[in-house]
C-alpha cells in the first residue's frame, strides 16, 4: 500500500514512475507464513502446534495473497522484470534518472531476515537515491548492524514534497 501511496503522491507532482517488481522468497505465501508463525514466541517451541497453526491460518494467507496480487497488478506500474535477490538486480538493475526506497520497516534487519542490499539501494553506478518515509521499524540497531548500515545510508537522501 506504501508503494501505491508513493506511486501516486510521486506521479501527482509530475515524476513518472516505475517499481522495481523486487520479490524475494521472503514475500511469498510460504515465505510470509513461515516468518509470522515463527515468531510467535510460544508456536516456536513446538513443531506440532506451528504445524497445526500453519494448516489452519494456510487458506486464508491465499486469499490475502490473491486479494494484493490482484491490486498490484491493477494498480502498480511494475518493471517487466521480476527480481528475486540482490544479485539479480545489481547485474541488470534498470536505468533510472533517480531510485527511491521506503516504507514503513523498510530497512528493518528482523523483518528482512537479515540487512537486503537492494532495499538500501547499494548498487554501483547509482547517482541519486533518495528515501521517502523509509524507517528502521525498531528503536535500537545491533552494534554488527551499525557500521553496514551507516556506510548505506551515506549517499541516500531524505525526500520531501511541498504541497
Known sequence: MQAYATQEILKKNN???ELIDYYPKRYTKI???RKVKNQNKYLKKSFILRLIARIIIFPSYCLRFKTFNKFVKKHLNLSKQQYRNYDEL????????????GSDQVWNSSWNDGIDECLFLNFPNIKKKIAYAASFGKSHLDDNEKKLLKSFCQNITIFHLEK
Open 90 to 101: 545489481k547485474e541488470q538493475l534498470p536505468y533510472n534518472d533517480i531510485y527511491v526506497t
Open 15 to 17: 515524476y513518472e514512475v
Open 31 to 33: 515465505g510470509m507464513l
